[in-house]
Structures are given as structure tokens and as C-alpha cells.
């Protein structure tokens, strides 16, 4: 495959899954906002959002402060934003339009129409009390794409591209919401109603509220949020479930070119190993921002790493 | 002006319609209406757009496609295509002997300062003989008809010629929308041109190729008019579509760069514009193109189509010489007529065309997509001055035709159909062993009423184009009679005497 078109899948990929990663955090957000605000902290969970999009700063130089209604258009339609949902939902359809003979042609129509559709809205269609719905659809889109790859696209490096910028593109999200309510998950944090708030809103912005209920069956715990979003590989969002299908994609392209691509693989296991390889209780225990921090980092890099051995070619 | 209806002939439908005047009896307004509106739907689905450059507003904009079926007899058709095989044929030997032996201008045939001086000719081309032969590859004939028999040429494009990929995408349309009117006609299928596309390049193969040829479509990118078509085309002959930047050249090799490592190429099927193929050889700044790629061409081991320099053989000055090509080269009468063209560059052909501005079409000798043209009965006094201000400024610059009465077909249109004004690109495909055309082409309709631009950059339109593999009730009565063992050549070429002055120098 041509280099710039698995380059373009990546992207592609990446793209989209961050459009739909923005609207859950947009929603949870949402929910947490409307729940009673204790302590003021409403300012708090928009900027945490703003940090987990890493856009904080950016915001702040243009906008100033975060309100509810300048995050909310800053991550929605805002074409400033890089990682807005309509700069994402543009770039996946650069990207797409690119390589448009390598994409099924379900594929092509989730994001084809989903750009024809939004180039229809107009701002009030994702504010106020109509930005829960925007957010739904954005996130039906985002499936959409998902699942018309599953059921249509051939296993093959196309296949494999598009997957690989997802799953990076996921783990990075799940950590960096993590990292953004990290004082809810600090030791001695309180089990007490903002903390379990909390809690749960965390685990609403990667959809894995209800697979917590049904893999321990118990009242929201730090340590088993953390548990479930780090290190089990039964839930699709989970940093490890990414991480293990990021190296089975590696080791497949690996094999196909009869060459060893040695760093990018080695940097993929590595942090796969870092995630598994802590008790839930020790990162109780304070080593939790450390974690994310180095896998935000190790992710960074090796976005970079399979680029080189990649992508540019 | 009365113009030739290709469906009512004074009062009578001709046969070839007589299945779709049916139709258009039996349908109301509300569903042709409706089909038209499913088939924007379609298309806009599809992604099928063109960008239309110094324009504002939507870039992506849809070439409006009518739902009313273009129809040409198989007799008609079978003339055509033997004209345009001849047509191309000339055109390329033209092409051989300008970059070779120059038989054509020491006999003072065709002028030697139009082909030596003009910009599309390429010096490094002399004295290099493409795989096969063959410079015009992929070629875009574009013709007009005026009558039942009288068709002619009104331009060539022998360069990146576009605009196949609605050919294939309309038929798909019409497929869909009209299924049983389709059905009821014998319609000689296009589907097959991408696998007619692929045979021809790769019966051009380079010298070093060996084994099954690495065919790539080269395009300028996504931001170019037409790259829904380079995509649709590499998809569907199953080929990477490349940019520059993927290839590279090593030791006078194409290589593109892949996931695995470097590919070999060997066949160049390129959709961008000679001066940005290297920047070694031609412009030093493009970004488009490939460095060292014109080396590689001419150590024999990638091959590029269509050849650089094809530019030459389809330039508005040499167009006049065509059919004097034809007698030259193949020692055959031209089956397909030219149009009379009057090149301001002469001071009797200027004056003339300056007297006559009101009755001509003047048109830049290098401009295309209908930009840069002045139609004399439908312009002002205005225009016509600001026209005759720059052909004598810049004389060399413009050629001027006969405003034709281009044919008109039944068009969809406000209040149900009218009869507007089409053209036809029918495209030939050159390979070493044989020439190769669909039957059909793009017919391109011109969707104002009275207008005879029908270039997508002007408001045109396009219309399914459909040959018929039989002809159901007789064609013409004439015809009928004059197809008797090469009768039809006869009667046509006797024609193009007629019409066209021979020389194809125009009327002083």
C-alpha cells in the first residue's frame, strides 16, 4: 500500500473516534453540570475537558476563561479548534477523500454524509438544549463509521491503518479524561457524593458505566474505575484493549513485510506491559498521575514511531 | 437559427427516439421532476463533483445531469467510430514525424513555426520514440452535429482529456432511475472502459518491463476538478492513485513509496499537465511532479500516457491542418469534417473575422473549459468591441468558426422538456496493438435555453449517451441507401468537400 494512503487511513481513523470522543466528554460533562455543582467545580469539569482534548491552552489565548457555552462551542463547531467535532468530521473527510478507492463505499457514506449534514446546520443546532442531541448524533456518526469498517472492509493493511489510528487515538482519549479528574482519584479522595459524581462521569465519557455495573457488580469504587480503564481488556475503551490490538496490528504488518520494525513494536508492548503491570491498589496509592502521564507521553511517541516506519515512507 | 432536433424532424420523431418519446409522452411532469431530483441525490451520494475554479460559493459543485437519454443509431455510430479512429490515427503519426523526420513541415504542409514555436511542443521529446509508438494514448474527440449525416470535429484534446467517468457514472444513473426504458432499448454497454483503460497501457509497457506491468494513475491531488475521476478510475481498474510525492526515481527507475517498502512502476497513466511532470525538465518549482521522471521515460523504462508534448496535435492552430494529416499520413479522405476555422493571425483571415465578429464564434487558440469566447449572434455591441480590441492586439492568440447550429435533444427543463443544444466526447483509447472505443461518450448539454456553451464551467449539463446495438426501425431513408459496401464513406467524405474547405485553411 502506498505509504500516504496508510497515512491517510491512520488519520482517517483517528479522526473520526476523536469526533466521537469529543461529544462523550461533551455529554458526561453536560450531566455533570446540571447535577447540583458542589464547590463550584462547574468551571472545573469544562476545563477538565478542555485539557483532555489538549486544547486548554489554546482556548484560554482566544477565549479567556471557560464557560459551559464557550467550551461548548469551542469543541463543537468552533473551525478554530482543531479538534472540534467539525474540524474532525473535515479532516476524516480529507482524509477519506483522499483515499477514497481504499475505503468500502459504507464507509465512505458515513463520512461523507455526516459532513454534507453538518455543512447543513447552523450554530443554534448545537447549543443550548439542543447540544445533548448534536452530541448523540455526532456519536452515532462516529459508531456508524465503526461499525460500516467492521462489517464491510476487507482484513487487509487498509483495514489495518484505519484500526491502528482509532485504537491510538482511543487510548489516548481514556487516558487523558483520566488524567483531567485525577484529583477524584488521588488517596483519601472521598467517597462522597462530588467524588462518586465523579466517578460515574468518568466512566459515562467512555460509555463503560453500564460494563462496570456488569463486570463487578458492586458501588462505584476509584480503584475499580481505574481497574476497568486501564487494565481489563474485556471493555473496548479500556487504555489495555487498545494497546492489545494495537500490537496485533503491529505484529501483523511486521510479518507482512518480512521486516522487523523493531521500535514502533518494542514502544507498543512497552506500554501495553505498563498497563498491566501495576496492582490497582499501587496506583491507588498515588502512582496513578505518573501512569498516565507516561502513557499520554508513550503514546505520543509512538504515534511519531509508526509514522516513520510507515506513513512517510 | 433552426437547429437539427435529434428527436423531432419536422413533425416526426426520428426512429432512433421513438422508444424514449414514449416515455416522455406517457410521464408527467412531477416524476421526470422527481427522477431529476433522485439523481442529484444519487450523484451528491455518490461524490461525483467538480471544482470549478474563479468561482465563489460551493467548490464541490455537481455537474447537473439530465435524466433524457442522448440517442445515436448504429449506423451513425459506426462512422463516427471509424472517423475517430482515423482521426487519432493521423493525429499520432503527426505527432511521430514532428518529433522525428519533420516530413510534414519540410513539405510545407503544416506551417513549421506553429509546431516549432508553439508551447505545447516539447524539445525534449525530439528524437525519442515512445513504447509502441504511441504519444495519444487516451484521446477526447469533441463533435458536433448540425443535420441527420453532418457531424463534425470540433476540437481535439490529445493532453489529460476528462470527463469518462461521467460517461460510466450516467449510465449507472440512468440504470437506476429509468430501468425499464433502458430495457426496452438495445443499449451497447461502457462498463467495460476501465478494463479496456488497463489493456492499453499496459500493451505499452516500457522496453525493461518484464513480466505483468505496474500500471498508476498519477493526479495533482484532491484539490484538482477532476480527481473524482482519478480516483474513480485507478479504483476501478484496481491501480494505486498516485501523487509525486509517492513516486521517486532511482538509477532511471519509478518507484512509488508503499507500507512495504519501494514498488517498481512501469506504466504512468498521468492526469496532470506536462510542465509539471519533472522539475528537472520542465518547471523547476513544481511540487506536482517527480524529479528525474522524464530520464527514466527516455532510458526506456517507464512509460508515460499520454506522451509529453501530445499538447501540439490538439492546439487550436494546428486543428485546421487535421484533415490535410489525414490525406497525409494514411493517403485517406477524411470521414469526419472540421469545422472552418480562420486563424486571426493572418491579416485576410483577421480582417475578415473582424467584419464578421456578429456571426462568429471567436475562441482563444489555447483556451479550454469555454472560458475566454465570444459567441457573435448572442453578444453585444459591447463585447464584440472589447473582442476585436484584443484580437488585434494580440492577433495570434484567437481563431474563429462559423457559429453552428449544434443539434439540440429534448432537456429536462422549468415546465417540462425543451430542446437545448449537445455536443459529444466520445473517447479513443490508442494502445500497441489495437485502438480501442466505447461506443458512446459524454454528451454535454448546454442547460440554457438558446445557449451553445456547454462546457461544465458555463452552466452546462450532461445527458446519458446511448448507442444503440440495433437500430429497431430503419434509420434515415438516405442513409439506409447509402450503406451499401462503403457507400457511407463515400457519401461522408464527399461531404466533408462540401462543407469544409480541404485545405481546412477556412475562407479567406
Keep these: ?107 465512505w457514506e458515513a463520512v461523507n454524509d455526516t459532513w454534507i449534514d453538518l455543512r447543513k446546520i447552523g450554530p443554534e443546532a448545537a447549543g443550548g438544549d439542543r447540544l445533548m442531541g448534536f452530541n448523540d448524533w455526532v456519536m452515532s456518526r462516529a459508531v456508524l463509521f465503526n461499525g460500516a469498517s467492521m462489517d464491510t472492509m476487507l482484513r487487509d493493511d487498509a483495514w489495518r491503518f484505519a484500526r491502528l489510528g482509532t485504537m491510538l487515538e482511543r487510548a489516548d482519549n481514556t487516558a487523558r479524561l483520566l488524567a483531567a479528574r485525577a484529583p477524584a482519584f488521588a488517596p483519601g479522595a472521598e467517597a462522597d457524593a462530588a467524588n462518586h459524581a465523579q466517578w460515574q462521569g468518568m466512566l459515562r465519557s467512555v460509555s463503560a458505566l453500564r460494563a462496570y455495573q456488569h463486570l463487578f ?20 475503551r479500556s487504555v489495555t484493549a487498545c494497546y492489545e490490538e494495537v500490537n496485533d496490528i503491529l505484529s501483523v504488518l511486521a510479518m507482512h513485510d518480512g521486516e522487523d520494525r523493531v521500535a514502533c513494536r518494542r514502544l507498543a508492548a512497552a506500554l501495553r506491559g505498563r498497563c498491566v503491570s501495576h496492582s490497582p491498589a499501587r496506583l491507588m496509592d498515588g502512582g496513578l498521575p505518573d501512569l498516565l502521564a507516561e502513557i499520554i507521553d508513550g503514546n505520543g511517541r509512538l504515534g511519531t514511531s509508526i509514522g516513520k516506519c510507515f506513513l512517510i515512507g | 437559427m433552426p437547429a437539427f432536433d435529434e428527436m423531432n424532424e419536422e413533425g416526426r420523431v426520428r426512429p432512433p427516439y421513438a422508444g424514449v418519446a414514449r416515455y416522455l409522452e406517457a410521464a408527467r411532469g412531477e416524476e421526470l421532476e422527481a427522477k431529476r431530483r433522485e439523481a442529484e441525490v444519487l450523484f451528491r451520494r455518490i461524490g461525483v463533483t467538480f471544482a470549478v475554479y474563479t468561482e465563489g460559493g460551493d467548490p464541490e459543485r455537481l455537474i447537473p445531469f439530465d435524466v433524457i437519454p442522448r440517442i445515436i443509431a448504429r449506423a451513425e455510430w459506426e462512422t463516427l467510430r471509424r472517423g ?136 495533482p491531488g484532491p484539490f484538482n476538478s477532476a480527481y473524482y475521476e482519478h480516483s474513480f478510475l485507478s479504483d476501478e481498474m484496481g491501480v494505486e492513485l498516485v501523487e509525486g510525492a509517492d513516486l521517486f526515481v532511482r538509477d532511471d527507475t519509478v518507484f512509488m513509496r508503499t507500507t512495504a517498502g519501494p514498488r517498481r512502476v512501469d506504466v504512468i497513466y498521468r492526469r496532470i499537465d506536462d510542465e509539471f511532470l519533472d522539475p528537472r525538465a520542465f518547471l523547476p518549482d513544481s511540487m506536482l511532479g517527480v524529479p528525474g521522471l522524464m530520464a527514466a521515460y527516455r532510458a526506456g523504462r517507464v512509460t508515460l500516457a499520454n506522451a509529453p508534448g501530445a499538447g501540439i496535435a490538439d492546439d487550436k492552430a494546428i486543428y485546421p491542418f487535421v484533415p490535410a494529416m489525414i490525406r497525409f499520413y494514411l493517403s485517406e479522405e477524411p470521414i469526419l469534417n472540421n469545422v472552418p476555422t480562420w486563424m486571426c493571425g493572418r491579416d485576410d483571415e483577421r480582417a475578415y473575422v473582424l467584419d464578421h465578429l456578429d456571426e462568429l464564434v471567436v475562441k482563444l487558440a489555447r483556451g479550454s473549459g469555454g472560458y475566454g469566447m465570444l459567441v457573435g449572434p448572442h453578444s453585444t455591441a459591447e463585447q464584440r468591441a472589447e473582442f476585436a480590441a484584443r484580437i488585434r492586439e494580440r492577433p495570434g492568440d484567437y481563431i474563429a468558426q462559423p457559429t453552428l447550429a449544434l443539434s439540440t435533444v429534448p432537456t429536462l427543463s422549468e415546465g417540462g422538456t425543451a430542446a437545448r443544444h449537445v455536443d459529444l466526447r466520445p473517447f479513443i483509447l490508442f494502445g500497441r496493438d489495437q485502438v480501442r472505443i466505447v461506443p458512446g461518450g459524454l454528451t454535454r448539454v448546454a442547460l440554457r435555453e438558446g445557449s451553445l456553451v456547454v462546457n461544465s464551467s458555463q452552466g452546462g449539463g450532461t445527458k446519458d449517451t446511448w448507442v444503440l446495438e440495433q437500430d429497431g426501425p430503419p434509420p434515415l431513408q438516405g442513409m439506409v441507401q447509402s450503406m451499401g459496401a462503403g457507400g457511407m464513406t463515400q457519401s461522408l467524405g464527399g461531404m466533408t468537400q462540401t462543407l469544409g474547405d480541404p485545405s481546412g485553411r477556412g475562407r479567406g
Excluded at chain 2, 508553439?118 to 513504447?131: I, K, L
Design chain 1, 1 to 107: 500500500m502506498l505509504s500516504r494512503t496508510a497515512d491517510s487511513l491512520f488519520w482517517l481513523g483517528r479522526y473520526m473516534e476523536r469526533a466521537g470522543n469529543v461529544a462523550r466528554g461533551l455529554n458526561a460533562a453536560l450531566r455533570m453540570a446540571s447535577l447540583a455543582a458542589p464547590r463550584g467545580t462547574e468551571v472545573a469539569e469544562w476545563e477538565g475537558l478542555l485539557g483532555a482534548t489538549g486544547t486548554a491552552a489554546h482556548y484560554a489565548q482566544l477565549y479567556g476563561e471557560a464557560t459551559p457555552d464557550g467550551a461548548a462551542r469551542w469543541l463543537t463547531l468552533d473551525t478554530l479548534n482543531p479538534s472540534s467535532v467539525i474540524s474532525c468530521f473535515e479532516a476524516a473527510r480529507r482524509n477519506a477523500r483522499a483515499v477514497r478507492t481504499a475505503l468500502t463505499v459504507d464507509m
Design chain 1, 217 to 236: 457488580r458492586e458501588r462505584l469504587r476509584p480503584a475499580r474505575v481505574v481497574e476497568l480503564l486501564l487494565m481489563r481488556p474485556e471493555h473496548p
Design chain 2, 84 to 219: 475517430l479512429e482515423q482521426r487519432v490515427r493521423a493525429l499520432n503519426a503527426f505527432l511521430a514525424d514532428v518529433y522525428g523526420p519533420r516530413r510534414i513541415l519540410a513539405e510545407g504542409i503544416v506551417p513549421a513555426e506553429l509546431v516549432l514555436g508553439n508551447e505545447g511542443y516539447r524539445a525534449v521529446m525530439e528524437g525519442f520514440t515512445p513504447p509502441g509508438g504511441v504519444y495519444t494514448v487516451v484521446s477526447g474527440i469533441d463533435l458536433v452535429r448540425t443535420g441527420p449525416e453532418e457531424f463534425f470535429v470540433l476540437e481535439d484534446n490529445c493532453r489529460v482529456p476528462s470527463g469518462v467517468s461521467y460517461m460510466l457514472e450516467n449510465r449507472e444513473a440512468m440504470m437506476r432511475l429509468l430501468p425499464n426504458l433502458c430495457a426496452a432499448h438495445r443499449i451497447a454497454p461502457v462498463s467495460h472502459y476501465p478494463e479496456e483503460l488497463l489493456e492499453t497501457l499496459k500493451s505499452l509497457a516500457p522496453p525493461a518491463c518484464q513480466g505483468d506491468p505496474t500500471v498508476v494513475v498519477l493526479t
